[in-house]
């Protein structure tokens, strides 16, 4: 599988990662999240614990189990880290944290490295064991709600590092911080090459109609993703310019509000024929490949946002993206060179315009963007970063001569 890699990743990030497994052959690294699909996490631990494992390290997965209540308490959680305002009771926290010490019952956390993504989680600290415990935030924290961010960092002060996507993201902790972005895997079934018969076949199949511009998001149904904003540009746009859109999810199984959401798309998209909603099943990733393939623009219209993959994703593909200037997006859109950032629903409609009468300008700047990723977000870079880390922390203190 790593081999895979050869040509497409840049050749430092392989010999590193060569030399890193080398140095930890042998040696476990546990990963714990709270669902095992919907979402970027999951997406990337399904990627990554095959190449740990050919590195020579010795790589688990394990999801937390919990209730519906458990999932609208982190659902609250995660919104009020991310500034929207939310009611946290005392005895609302206690359940968080017995949901995790059942949890710490049933789970194997013996490792030499433990990486613990995002709030959910977060309370198995207090049963850590041995090895190196880090916890990974992936959501935006620029500007949390403060009473919950500090009840939280309760537990993410007594884990040895911490390791977020975004520097204005990091907190003033007692302990390391590194920054270190998300990253989409080149080789994988969503981001692989497709034919043109392949990606047509997705489009007969959900009946978008390719003689028009196609307008995409692909993303899970969040009002932090702005799906409404995103109409709302589509109807501008389509005063002027023909085109359809489509909005792509697919379910989370951590993520309560997701039907609530859907259902509040499909009611303002008022049965337009030209708005495709499109619900997909889990590991759909063929058909977000070909939709992301199909498009014309490529739109993740955030208001908040930890980094958003699916940026990446339609850059790899040769697509300029326009993307709402919020958390991890900026990192990976360029503005003016890969793409475009925007503040609203006018300025959206204004760039997808630019975009759909100017293909040279889309071409140039899906071109910029594609190398762009290449050189800054792929999979092999991240998991680089990540056991670079592990050493530096399992060897702080120590000489380059003694290492």
């Not at 990974?136 to 040895?160: A, E, F, G, T």
């Not at 990446?312 to 060179?337: D, R």
């Amino acid at each position: 599988m790593f081999n895979q890699y050869v040509g497409i990743s840049p050749k430092s990030d392989l010999l590193l990662l060569q030399i890193l497994g080398e140095k930890l052959h042998g040696k476990s690294f546990l990963h714990i999240n709270s669902t095992k699909e919907g979402g970027g996490v999951a997406e990337i631990l399904q990627r990554m614990v095959p190449i740990l494992d050919e590195l020579g390290i010795r790589a688990r997965w394990e999801v937390i189990k919990g209730d519906a209540k458990f999932f609208d308490i982190t659902k609250k959680l995660h919104n009020a880290l991310q500034g929207n305002p939310e009611q946290i009771t005392d005895d609302m926290w206690k359940y968080h944290f017995e949901i995790n010490r059942y949890n710490a019952e049933t789970l194997d956390l013996e490792a030499d490295a433990v990486l613990i993504h995002d709030p959910q989680p977060s309370p198995l600290i207090e049963f850590k064991k041995t090895g190196l415990w880090l916890w990974r935030c992936h959501i935006d924290v620029s500007n949390p709600q403060k009473d919950v961010c500090d009840y939280l960092m309760r537990y993410c002060n007594k884990y040895d590092t911490a390791i977020f996507s975004v520097a204005k993201f990091a907190r003033s902790l007692p302990i390391d911080e590194f920054i270190v972005s998300p990253s989409i895997d080149p080789v994988s079934e969503k981001n692989r090459e497709l034919t043109e018969a392949e990606i047509q076949e997705t489009l007969d199949r959900f009946n978008i109609p390719a003689d028009r511009p196609i307008i995409l998001q692909v993303s899970r149904f969040d009002r932090f993703k702005d799906p409404i904003g995103v109409i709302k540009a589509y109807r501008i746009v389509k005063k002027y310019n023909n085109c359809v859109l489509v909005l792509a999810g697919s379910p989370a199984t951590d993520d309560p509000e997701g039907d609530a959401v859907l259902q509040e798309v499909k009611e303002y998209a008022a049965d337009d024929p030209d708005i495709l909603i499109l619900l997909l099943p889990p590991f759909s990733d063929k058909d977000i490949n070909a939709l992301q393939r199909a498009a014309t623009v490529v739109l993740q219209k955030s208001l908040k946002e930890g980094f958003g993959l699916t940026v990446s994703e339609a850059m790899w593909k040769g697509k300029p993206v326009i993307g709402g200037a919020v958390g991890g997006i900026p990192l990976q859109i360029v503005h003016g060179m890969t793409g475009f950032l925007v503040h609203s629903a006018e300025g959206a409609a204004f760039r997808i315009r630019q975009l759909i009468n100017n293909p040279d300008m889309s071409s140039r700047m899906g071109e910029a963007g594609r190398e762009y990723v290449r050189n800054n977000f792929l999979i092999t870079r991240q998991i680089r970063e990540y056991l670079s880390i592990w050493y530096y922390m399992e060897n702080k203190g120590q000489s380059i001569i003694e290492l």
